[in-house]
């Protein structure tokens, strides 16, 4: 019986990726800080309480493992952590990591979070496991940290300078990573996982007024308009850098290529955007309409 690791189980894609393991009959083991919370959210699966920084506690969770599922917070120590796990992960030997990673990972980007993808995956490389690396572009979810604002104005506000974005849903990025967990032939492969076609923030907006049935129109920003949006939401230096940069990287046209690499992987298309905006509508509207 093959038992996969998840690690980052309680995050945004790892609770999808233990869902989608789980619907393809695979048994799981998550690796949680906080087994009482993880459980309401995790259902069924075996829970291996730990933290990246105890080392201890990863070698437990490995035990008996043979796959594994990569993935920490963004944050300083991110580098820290999941070489921590590919460290324990090629010790005991496992068969197989994924490893969720970014589209523009580069040891030398500019742009925090990418950076430290990039030097994951070079230790990655160099620990010599089977691995397959997963780089999604932007995640539609991203879309939620300004839904309360678009409900409140019927405005979404971005510094695309009107460029396309192949964005994803994140709910593919887990069946990208389940699929590979299970199924032979991608081990040594890396995937630029991205949403059917790219897509304007203007189509965006039209998408959620759509769902909503509220009107939704698109604002572009500068990069000026913009730097005071992300250095006054109460972010950490670094994540705001990051969110700034990545709209740079918009902006050069750097997501606005789509791939088939979910239909490959999974055999069925990526969501699109109208799917997306349909499940999350609720979060768009605003609440007059909601109670009324
Ligand atoms: N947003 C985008 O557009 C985008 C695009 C491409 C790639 N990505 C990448 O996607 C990844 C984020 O995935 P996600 O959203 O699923 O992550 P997430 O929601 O931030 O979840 C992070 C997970 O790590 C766990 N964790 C944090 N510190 C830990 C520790 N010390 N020990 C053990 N577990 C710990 C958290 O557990 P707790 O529940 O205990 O906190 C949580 O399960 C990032 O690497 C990001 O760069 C994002």
């Known amino acids: 019986m093959t038992r996969i690791l998840v690690t980052g189980a309680t995050g945004a894609v790892g609770v999808h990726v233990v869902r989608e393991l789980q619907a393809r009959g695979a048994t799981v083991r998550a690796f949680v800080r906080n087994p009482e919370a993880a459980a309401a959210r995790l259902g069924d699966a075996e829970l291996a309480a730990g933290d990246f920084d105890d080392p201890g506690s990863l070698r437990r969770a490995l035990d008996g493992v043979d796959r594994v599922y990569l993935c920490a917070a963004d944050g300083p120590r991110k580098v820290a952590h999941e070489t921590a796990v590919i460290g324990a992960a090629a010790e005991r030997g496992v068969e197989r990591l994924v490893k969720l990673s970014a589209m523009h990972a580069d040891p030398a980007s500019a742009l925090p979070a990418y950076r430290w993808h990039g030097e994951i995956e070079a230790g990655l490389r160099r620990s010599g496991l089977p691995a397959v690396i997963l780089r999604p572009a932007f995640f539609m979810t991203n879309l939620l940290m300004v839904a309360e604002g678009v409900a409140h104005t ?65 604002a ?73």
């Open 154 to 218: 019927g405005t979404l506000y971005a510094p695309t300078a009107g460029r396309p974005v192949a964005m994803i849903d994140i709910r593919d990025v887990a069946a990208a990573a389940a699929v590979t967990l299970l199924e032979d032939g991608h081990a040594g492969r890396t995937y630029d996982l991205t949403g059917p076609a790219p897509i304007t923030f203007a189509q965006v907006a039209a998408a959620l007024e759509v769902a909503t049935g509220a009107p939704v129109r698109y």
């Open 220 to 292: 572009d920003l500068t990069e000026e308009q913009a730097r005071p949006r992300f250095e006054g939401a109460g972010l950490p230096d670094w994540l705001a850098a990051h969110l700034a940069g990545v709209f740079g990287v918009i902006r050069a046209g750097g997501f606005d290529r789509a791939t088939d690499d979910v239909r490959e992987i999974t055999g069925r298309p990526a969501r699109d955007i109208t799917s997306f905006a349909r499940d999350f509508a609720a979060a768009f509207t605003p609440a007059t309409a909601l109670t009324t």
